[in-house]
Structure formats: C-alpha cells, structure tokens
C-alpha cells in the first residue's frame, strides 16, 4: 500500500458571518489520501465539500487543526514556498464556462503554469509544450489560437485538465469536474482523468454529488453531512454495504444497472432538511432525520471509527 500523500487531521474552517456568529463549513474532519489513489468526497449541495478541497490545498486559511502534504504543513508551505506548492498541487473546477479567461487563448491559457514556473526554455519550446498538452488531454494544435468561448463545456474542461498538467502536479482536487457537462460527455471526461492517473501517477481528490459517477473514479469514497465526514471507506464495500444511516439513504437514490436489484430498490426518503451549518445540531448531526436515532445521539457526537479494513463510520449504531 502507497504512502499518505495528504493527512488531514482535526480540520475546520469556520466562516465569520454577520457580526458574531460562525458558519462551520468544515467542522473536524480528517482522512488521508495515499499516492497515485482517488477520493470520492460526496454529500448534498452545501455540505462542505469545497471548503474542505480548499482548504486542503491551502487556498482557504484554517481555523484549526492541519493538513500535510508529503508530511509537510500545506499552510505553512503555501505562506513560505507558494511556487513550490502550486507546481504539485493543482486545481481542476467544477465550471468550465467561469473558470477560463474569455480573453486569452487557450494556448496561452494553458501555457499560464508554464510561465509562472518558467518551464519553457524558449517560444519553441513553450509552444511544443502547448501542442503536446492539447494532444494529451484529446484536443489538437489548432484549438491553442482559439478562445475558450468556441469550444462545447467538455473540450472547456479539457483545456481546464491541461492547464492543470502543464506544470507536471504530483495532486490535483477535481472540484465537480464533471457536474456541469452533459450525461453523454461526463464519462469521456471521467475515463480522461482515469486515463492520466494511470499514465503519470497522479493522486486526486475528486468531489461529487452524483453518486453513481464517482464510484468508477474513486478508491476510496467519504460522504460528508454538514461538515463531517458521516463515513470513508474502499469505494466498492460503502456502495455495497454502506454503514450510516445517511450513505445508506444517499445511495438508496443512485439507480442500479442490475434490473433484479433495480426493480427492489428502496429509495429512502429523508424527512426534514439539513440543518443550518451556523448552529448544527447538538450530537450527531444528522440525529433530526435519522429514523434509527437514539437517545445518545442528541449528547454525544459519535467519533468516526474504524469497524471493518480501512472503513471507519460516525455513528452511535456501531460502537
Ligand atoms: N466564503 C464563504 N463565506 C461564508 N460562507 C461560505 C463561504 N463559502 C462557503 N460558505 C458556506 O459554507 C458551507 C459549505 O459550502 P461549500 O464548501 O461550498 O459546500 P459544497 O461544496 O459541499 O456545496 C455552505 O453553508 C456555504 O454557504
Ligand atoms: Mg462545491
């Protein structure tokens, strides 16, 4: 088994609103991910996810406890050697409309890491680095004169995945890379990114809401609720025996190809909407739409725990 790539430990982030009060966005989390794997991290709108990707990379400041990258503080990294860190650690956004300049052209868009790195000996060379990344990620040398505005949203994403490769990353947080994009165009981007891992042994942490989508990517997979991790696990054993309540209820919502299982597939339906991250719950967060809650529920937050190989859950049913 690889070495942890990234360790996050005990990590919030809290945002000031209004005059006082505290928005727990992420609210003590901690996983790791190992060299060369992928990390589905899901859970409903809202629920964190991006706070969390951000501020495991060192975009966001934390408000408390750390995250290591090759064992080094990632925030204390991107304060004393902001270059060395974005050369590894790279970023791939949910919109492809937003996230590219309309004013540049895709050469120079992806050329952007290049530059700043100084990794072009020359225009020569620069320009073959450019025509190498388009071949790469499915695009060709014509589209670097372009701009961005005349491509469809899954070459948009393509030319976001080669601006992200240009500078060689060893990490990459995809943030809803493919959310935007047409059902039809979402698995060429996803077997893309697959494709790459393999190729330069790159490590992912890859956010989602659709369920079904990031069960192919990921090895491992953590579902979050309100700023938690509610359980992490090897991707195939949480989607055949997920352990809390709300991964149960998650994936009770994700058609299943085998029309046998489909046909008794139960869809759990949650009662109540989740609670406001600013005053979460006393306990376990999810207590209010939990039909299996008991008492301790409302006292004690339950730890996430280790109850199978590698497959820890939140939750009072399991101690
Ligand atoms: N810059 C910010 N200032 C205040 N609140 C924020 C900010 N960014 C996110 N939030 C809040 O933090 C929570 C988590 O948001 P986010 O990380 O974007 O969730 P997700 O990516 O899972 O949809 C939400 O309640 C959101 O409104
Ligand atoms: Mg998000």
Sequence with gaps: ???PILEVNHLKKYFKVGRKAELKAVDDVSFAIRSGETLGLVGESGCGKTTCGRTCIGMYEKTGGSVLYKGKDVHVEKKQHPLALSKDVQMIFQDPYASLNPRMTVGDIIAEGIDVHGLAANSKDRKEQIMELLNLVGLNKEHA????HEFSGGQRQRIGIAR?????PRFILCDEPISALDVSIQAQIVNLLVKLQRERGLTYLFIA???SMVKHISHRVGVMYLGALAEIGPSRELYRKPLHPYTQ???SAVPVA?????KSREIIVLDGEVPSPINPPEGCRFRDRCK???PICSEITPKLKEVAPDHSVACHLYN
């Design 1 to 3: 088994m690889n070495e």
């Design 145 to 148: 004169n372009r701009f961005a």
């Design 164 to 168: 992200a490769l240009a500078v060689d």
């Design 209 to 211: 809401h659709d369920l």
């Design 249 to 251: 209820a998650l994936l």
């Design 258 to 262: 085998d029309p046998k299982v489909e």
């Design 292 to 294: 299996l809650a008991m």
